[in-house]
């Protein structure tokens, strides 16, 4: 087999073989695979320590909400078996803790650079390299460019009006102080109620001498059922680690253990199917309680039985008519926005010091300089404001980027219209970059670590192909992008997914394209489609040699 510095011709006038955008999981995962092959790889970090998504978001309350013996990187037994989780779902500090150790176990540190941002990507057709400049003036050339930036990398503040007024401390749960905050004695608004605000606004109000929680869209959330790690639990699974690892490569969301359903929620009589969502309830967890029935995601009316099983148990929990109704999601199907996992959430809103705003009927108008003001003319006072707002889903890290080629194409236009990939791992027009859990791939539906290594290991596979036959450009073909993109959007139709204004469409962002991001026929039949493109011959691929045409 030829040596790494043959992967592509002249390689000695590019400073790296591969170029990392990205010093999170998927970062250090593609540094660990790339340069166990041999390959000069560098990754390049915007934030001041490694952790991506878990480096950023240290908001009160903030938790992984997959199970952390899933939650967890599978290409080391030995760490596998070697790592503790304290509790059933990871804390933040607690996954960032494992990251940093994964980082130093595997001494991958050296091969981030840290508070850097690259802010442009170019890619040159004759000298068949990439060429990345960043904040702090690095020119960066690479054979291969690898986006590992991120799904919920790109925060979103809200433009209100007057909020550079505001006398106030503002926060963004995306960027929170890494000194943390103390909101004891505070009157504190929060705005928004997705899975960030729902992880929080318990703990808030716990220390807040009032919190006023703005709501436009209820979302469902289910108890987590967190608890200390039990013993004989972690044993049971631990050994049985690579066996599970293997079985939820089967199964639609990458994650094992769920007995998979027989039966559509409309086959069973009322009494066993309440029965069944109670026992999932009590149980906790979003994917157990999707995994009742077969047709949950693809039928309305089987779907209408587990809502409103949710809005029952709301409303059960919550004492006033009113907020309860104002919590209850009525405007979508459980489980086609992001299903939240919260430890007490509805019940902080029987506190007498928590007030839930419906900014839905009276939006926002502007922040004032002691707090907000409604449409409507109702004003409150504030002393700190957060915003659960969201990301710029998908896209908004790689179109922060200005990647363009040679050639006169730029990203930024081609997806003008919404993202346009092949299998969510290239983009047509743009050679040799690869993106990791990109746009139209099951990522973000799935155990994101699953599918971060299963992205990897399939671009490491694709570079050890392209070295051993000589081979030094790789690209998606136009045919194929637009193939797999209309197969995405037809997978998508055929289920519940397009019923809610969601962040999978990009309706969180003013402006952006309604376009359904995500791969939602499963990770089990998306992993075989990638295999079987491999078996054919990298179907849908061009890979060709261009050293021999570069004097």
Not at 86 to 111: C, K, M, S, W
Not at 433 to 454: L, N, Y
Request: one cysteine or more; glycine letters at 8%.
């Amino acid at each position: 087999m030829p040596d790494a510095s043959t992967l592509s011709g002249a390689a000695d006038k590019a400073s790296l073989d591969v170029a990392i955008v990205g010093g999170g999981l998927a970062g250090l995962y593609a540094i660990y695979r790339l340069r166990g092959m041999g390959l000069r790889v560098r990754a390049f970090e915007a934030g001041s320590g490694i952790g991506g998504t878990w480096f950023w978001n240290r908001y009160p309350g903030a938790r992984c909400d997959v199970e952390s013996l899933e939650y967890s990187y599978s290409f080391s037994e030995d760490l596998q078996q070697a790592w503790k989780w304290p509790e059933r779902y990871g804390t933040q500090p607690e996954i960032l803790r494992y990251i940093n150790h994964v980082a130093d176990r595997f001494d991958l540190r050296r091969h981030v650079q840290l508070n850097t941002r690259v802010k442009s990507a170019l890619f040159d057709a004759d000298a068949n390299e990439w060429t990345l400049r960043t904040d702090k003036g690095d020119v960066v050339r690479a054979r291969f460019c690898v986006m590992a930036a991120g799904n919920l990398s790109t925060p979103r503040v809200p433009d209100f009006k007057g909020l550079q007024d505001f006398r106030g401390k503002w926060y963004h749960s995306g960027l929170w102080p890494h000194e943390g905050v103390d909101f004891s004695g505070l009157r504190v608004g929060v705005i928004g109620t997705g899975s960030s605000g729902i992880q929080m606004i318990p703990i808030i109000a716990r220390q807040a001498k009032h919190l006023h929680v703005f709501q436009r869209t209820a979302n469902f959330s289910l108890p987590a059922r967190n608890a200390p790690m039990e013993p004989e639990r972690e044993r049971r699974h631990k050994a049985e680690y690579a066996a599970r690892r293997r079985a939820a490569h089967d199964t639609p969301f990458a994650i094992a253990g769920h007995p998979k359903p027989t039966r559509s929620a409309l086959e069973v009589a009322p009494d066993e199917r309440k029965a069944a969502y109670e026992a999932k309830w009590q149980e906790g967890g979003s994917i157990s309680f999707l995994y009742a029935y077969t047709d949950l995601l693809v039928n309305k009316d089987a779907n209408d039985t587990a809502s409103e099983f949710v809005r029952e148990k709301i409303r059960s929990i919550v004492k006033d008519p009113r907020t309860a109704e104002l919590l209850a999601p009525k405007d979508h199907p459980i489980g086609t926005k992001r299903l939240c996992l919260d430890t007490e959430y509805y019940e902080t809103y029987n506190r007498d010091n928590v007030t839930l705003v419906d900014v839905r009927s009276d939006p926002i108008r502007d922040i004032t300089p002691s707090g907000l003001r409604t449409e409507g003319g109702a004003a409150f006072e504030l002393d700190a404001i957060v915003f659960a707002t969201g990301f710029d889903a998908m896209t908004g890290a790689l179109r922060e980027i200005d990647i363009r080629t040679s050639a006169g194409a730029s990203l930024a236009d081609h997806w003008a219209g919404g993202p346009l990939t092949y299998l969510g791992l290239m983009v047509a027009g743009f050679p040799n970059m690869f993106i990791v859990t990109g746009p139209g791939s099951p990522g973000v539906k799935t155990q994101m670590i699953a599918s971060i290594e299963q992205h990897t290991d399939w671009i490491a596979n694709c570079l050890d192909h392209m070295r051993r036959q000589g081979l030094d450009r790789v690209e998606a073909t136009p045919e194929a992008e637009a193939d797999w993109v209309q197969h995405v959007n037809a997978v998508a139709d055929s289920t519940l997914y397009p019923l809610a204004n969601s962040w999978y469409l990009g309706a969180n962002i003013p402006g952006k394209p309604r376009v359904f991001m995500p791969y939602v026929g499963g990770f089990d039949r998306y992993k075989r489609r990638c295999d079987a493109v491999v078996a054919d011959g990298y179907e849908g691929f061009r890979l060709t040699r261009q050293a021999a045409l570069v004097a």
